[in-house]
């Protein structure tokens, strides 16, 4: 048995075999070969081999997708046969006795740079069909599965580097028990993922983790932040008796999840979810979430060629708005760019996207795009609970500037006769730390904040999260982050607002007492989070809470605070 | 050797289906077949090089064929052509 340690992720024991989730890594090295015409024989049989795939994806496409798709793998199919592309690669490998691999590679470079150069969108487009054909060639030569989740039919614990959101895509999470990654940090990728998956995950546990055989018996645990390989009989047993504890406990949370999160001491708070589409919003309801702290309207943005239209927008705002009722849903207006990339929108790289255009910027920026949103939210929210919340304000101007938009959205629809919300909540996210040092200010011209924490630990920290390297120091544990949390929440509460948290600290066990300390009063969590965290609520005393939110302030390191909560409230050790 | 002279009509020029199915037609044959337009020249068999010609609506193309069939090959070519690759043409 052997031990590899990481950042705790996603609570909860994960048991099961190991399954690598391996991006298709195609790196292959240059060289000449001792005996050409057996290389040329080797390239040939995985020609013969990627048609005979093509063939069958051509078939699943038509059957499934129709002609018009299907057509796209005859198309590839046809590449595949191209004689000129035969020819370049047969004269590299028989006569300059290159392998395979860089023989097909340069061949395909050559004709998908000449397509790129013709200057036609049509044809740079098909650049990109002469690399995929010859990515399905590579594969089969360097003997990489087709897709990096082939093979995966029993549930496993997935092991990879770290994950993208589009290799998520790709998972069947139903055979998915938990993940370990050797890089990234608590909120990385898949560290959001497991958590909104509600499954245990340890990531950054370094290179070894790649090194585990598929199969491999594997013992995940999630709130120590540890992988176990080839644990033995005993220690499987002591996790699995551990698991069933806290499933237990959970069940225990889950009957009680729809009552109200009530202190000892009579102090009620909200309990929200944080959600991304419809689907969202019903496991939120069934999780017994109080309204929805955050409503991401991303995914009406991603994955797709065009910009959606405002009917398309307010049909998807108003499904989720009616499946909530009379509770309040906020809808977080569109957080692009920078990182998350809209491919139609035709944005400039940028060196440095967490600090470039995004979110509230882009969308000031470029009014096409905010505007039917805008008015999409003020229709949808025409007789029902919803606000809205403007991602990533740094200055006043632009809060002014936001709102000077939805005045004029509104002015629009009332001169169109168009239904729309009389009154409308506004609040900002708070995630920049120049936002929470002008909270003051800034709390003047809102109705409420939503505090960030996991951009506004970044931003703090000086950390970009999504760096490996760096990423486990943007804690929100962090004082430094805690500090800024208790003076948005005191300036809020001075001005009469009230304040919100929707980053991933809010369905924290150990920073759940801090935060009601400080007197925080919404709580927006994934929907798994939620059972947890009520009942976490239901067991403190607020009165003695508010001591060690300020002991929490006074601590020098995110550790510090955490054996600071472990020590002072026992209640939090159910968790 | 003989060569051919046609216009292609179709709207998207000789490109996506069109131009598979002008290759794979042009395959069925053993001889060497080249399609010219403008400066560039390509083996009617390549995929890759049809559709580097850049053929749009209403371009002129030359054929060619050299050995074995070229003569069935070269009218086999001209009536996919000539007939808008199997379409009606009403989108001219």
């Known amino acids: 048995m052997k031990t590899l340690r990481g950042i705790a992720a996603s609570r909860g024991i994960a048991i099961g075999p190991a399954f690598h989730f391996r991006r298709a890594d195609l790196c292959f090295e240059r060289r000449t070969v001792d005996d050409p015409a057996a290389e040329w024989a080797r390239f040939q049989c995985a020609l013969k081999a990627a048609c005979e795939q093509l063939a069958d994806v051509y078939a699943k496409a038509q059957a499934e997708s129709g002609d018009e798709q299907a057509a796209i793998f005859q198309a590839h199919a046809l590449m595949l046969e191209d004689p000129e592309l035969l020819d370049a690669v047969q004269a590299s490998i028989v006569d300059q006795g290159i392998n395979a691999e860089a023989a097909l590679s340069d061949a395909a470079e050559m004709y998908a740079q000449m397509l790129e150069s013709l200057d036609d969108d049509y044809l740079s487009a098909r650049a990109a069909d002469v690399r995929d054909v010859a990515t399905r060639v590579l594969r089969i030569l360097l003997g990489v599965a087709e897709s990096p989740t082939t093979g995966l039919d029993t549930p496993s614990l997935i092991l990879a580097r770290d994950l993208t959101p589009s290799d998520t895509v790709l998972l069947d999470k139903s055979l998915v028990v938990g993940f370990c990654t050797a890089e990234g940090g608590a909120t990385s990728h898949t560290a959001i993922l497991a958590r909104g998956l509600g499954l245990p995950a340890v990531v950054g546990a370094g290179p070894d983790v790649l090194q585990i055989p598929d199969g491999t018996l594997l013992v995940l645990d999630g709130d120590e932040g540890a992988l176990l390989t080839q644990p033995d009989g005993d220690t499987v047993a002591r996790y699995r008796a551990q698991q069933t504890a806290t499933a237990a406990l959970l069940t225990e949370a889950r009957r009680h999840t729809h009552e109200p999160a009530v202190t000892r001491d009579g102090h009620h708070v909200e309990v929200a979810a944080n959600i991304g589409n419809v689907e969202g919003a019903r496991a939120a309801l069934e999780a017994g979430a109080e309204g929805v702290g955050l409503l991401r309207t991303e995914f009406l943005y991603l994955e797709r060629t065009h910009l959606p239209d405002e009917e398309e927008q307010y049909q998807a705002y108003r499904a989720i708005v009616d499946t909530f009722g009379d509770r309040p849903v906020i809808l977080r207006t569109l957080d692009v760019g920078g990182d998350k990339s809209l491919p139609y929108l035709d944005l400039p790289d940028e060196m440095n996207p967490f600090l470039g255009l995004r979110a509230i910027r882009l969308c000031l920026a470029r009014t096409e795009l905010f505007k039917p949103q805008v008015r999409a939210a003020l229709r949808a929210g025409a007789g029902r609970n919803l606000k809205v919340m403007f991602p990533m304000v740094a200055t006043v101007a632009e809060l002014r500037a936001a709102r000077a938009m939805l005045e004029e959205c509104r002015a629009e629809l009332l001169a169109e006769g168009q239904p729309v919300a009389e009154r409308m909540d506004v609040g900002i996210m708070v995630e920049v730390p120049a936002a929470a040092l002008m909270a003051d200010q800034l709390a003047a011209e809102v109705d409420f904040f939503s505090i960030g924490t996991n951009d506004l630990a970044q931003y703090t920290l000086a950390v970009e999260r999504t760096n490996a390297r760096v990423a486990s120091l943007a804690s929100g544990f962090h004082p430094a982050v805690l500090r800024l949390v208790h003076d948005v929440i005191a300036a809020a509460h001075a001005r009469g607002k009230w304040v919100g948290l929707c980053g991933e600290l809010a369905g924290e066990p150990l920073a759940i007492p801090i935060l009601l300390g400080m007197g925080l009063d919404e709580f927006s969590m994934n929907p798994p989070a939620i059972p947890l965290a009520k009942q976490i609520i239901r067991a403190l005393t607020l009165d003695h809470l508010q001591a060690v939110a300020q002991a929490a302030l006074e601590m020098d390191t995110p550790e510090a605070v955490q054996s600071l909560v472990r020590e002072r409230v026992p209640a939090t050790a159910a968790g | ?92």
Request: one cysteine or more.
């Open chain 2, 1 to 92: 050797m003989p060569e051919i002279t046609l216009t292609v009509h179709h709207k998207v020029g000789l490109h996506a289906r069109p131009a598979a199915l002008f290759v794979q037609t042009a395959k069925k044959f053993d001889c060497d077949i080249k399609v010219t337009h403008g400066k560039r020249q390509a083996n009617a068999k390549s995929i890759l090089n049809v559709l580097a010609l850049g053929v749009n609506q209403g371009a002129v193309i030359a054929i060619c064929a050299e050995g074995e069939g070229a003569d069935q090959a070269l009218a086999a070519l001209e009536a996919l052509v000539e007939s808008n690759f199997g379409e009606d043409r009403e989108n001219e």
